[in-house]
């Protein structure tokens, strides 16, 4: 059996449907890819893509370092509104989809639900969050994280229970949180290695086992200020993953722009197996965007008095129509940036290594 069939007989059923079973698009289930590859010291990058233009360069680079890698969006960057990059579940898939085929990869990545968040214990937030599901699940989607860890720990426990069922009994990836991602000087505390092991037990006694879980370990989303130093607490890290190793789960590590790649090195020591880019990529594209219209963008942010992110949903026509000049630019540096952190993650040779593995 060719390595590409073999990448092909992990696509889950949802994706078959969606793509057809003639596709050749290696769409597969995350599952597979983190329980074959949970021994092996290797970071798989799933990167979050709220502008489209990075993508071509991130396929790139993953061919040439044969490398696996996940794309995802979180319920803010892309829910069934479209969130604040405009992109639904169908729109999200089509997309990476569309660059794949044009590409024609044929390294497995996998499409992630990222950060299906439920911020309190209301019918209509936990409402939300199982609509998001269903609809990712209908687009193509192949691995999802819940993220209700703003809540405390039976809730947490409780909640991610009941949305992951359609996940679990499909087979598909799946990812935890417990520890909302927080700096302490903005109120979060680092997770301890007895609240994740407590956190998944619970899960695994109501029939739920994760393959991922996320905690706090004093990461931040977006960047840090200038000269504003990178806490994340590594030891602790490790402790956890000792923690619930034994019950199958690795640390996915969110919160990783601005990160210096010598510390981005040291991450698979502690158990990290999958690892979130997101704010990179934004920077990316804005760097590559026509001068005017990057000014536009960011005149529209002043005024409005927004971060510079939520202008993408705005002008998303006009930025999904730029010169092709400037989508090369992006893309360039798209590969370059993704090829410094494949292999910082050690994650080079990654595809064939899961190969090995089938």
């Not at 050749?24 to 709220?50: D, G």
């Not at 609509?131 to 691995?143: E, N, P, T, V």
Request: charged share 25%.
């Amino acid at each position: 059996m060719a390595g590409n069939q073999k990448f092909l007989a992990l696509r889950p059923e949802n994706v078959i449907r969606k793509l057809g079973a003639k596709s050749q698009v290696p769409l597969v289930n995350s599952r597979p890819i983190f329980e074959k590859l949970r021994e092996e010291k290797i970071i798989v990058m799933a990167c979050n893509i709220r502008i489209r233009h990075a993508v071509p360069g991130i396929l790139r680079a993953a061919k040439e370092l044969d490398a696996i890698v996940g794309f995802e969006i979180a319920k803010s960057e892309g829910g069934l509104d479209g969130g604040y990059t405009g992109q639904t579940p169908e729109v999200f898939v089509e997309m990476i989809v569309g660059y794949a085929e044009a590409a024609k990869h044929d390294l497995p990545f996998f499409i992630h639900g990222d950060h299906i968040g439920v911020r309190d214990t209301s019918a209509k937030a936990i409402g939300s969050a199982r609509d998001l599901i269903a609809a990712q699940i209908q687009a193509g989607f192949s691995s999802f994280a819940i993220d209700a860890s703003h809540n405390e720990m039976p809730d947490n426990i409780r909640i991610t229970a009941e949305l992951a069922k359609p996940i679990q009994e499909r087979g598909l990836g799946l990812e935890a949180e417990v520890g909302e991602i927080q700096l302490e000087k903005e109120g979060g505390r680092l997770t301890t290695p007895e609240e994740g092991r407590e956190f998944i037990s619970g899960l695994q006694e109501r029939g739920i086992r994760p393959n991922l879980l996320a905690t706090n370990n004093g990461s931040k989303h977006g960047h840090y200020a200038p000269g504003e130093p990178v806490h994340i607490d590594l030891p602790r890290t490790g402790q956890i993953y000792e923690a619930i190793k034994g019950l199958g789960v690795c640390i996915a590590q969110h919160g990783i722009t601005g990160t210096p790649l010598s510390m981005v090195g040291q991450f698979a020591d502690y158990g990290i197996r999958k690892g979130n880019v997101g704010t990179l990529w934004q920077d990316v594209v804005h760097a590559g965007l026509p001068p005017d219209l990057m000014r536009t963008l960011q005149d529209w942010a002043a005024q409005e008095k927004k971060d510079l992110k939520f202008a993408t949903k705005v002008f998303k026509q006009e930025i999904d129509s730029i010169p092709e000049a400037n989508k090369k630019v992006i893309s360039e540096k798209a590969k370059a940036e993704a090829r410094a952190f494949i292999e910082s993650f050690r994650a080079k040779g990654s595809a064939s290594k899961l190969l090995a593995k089938l």
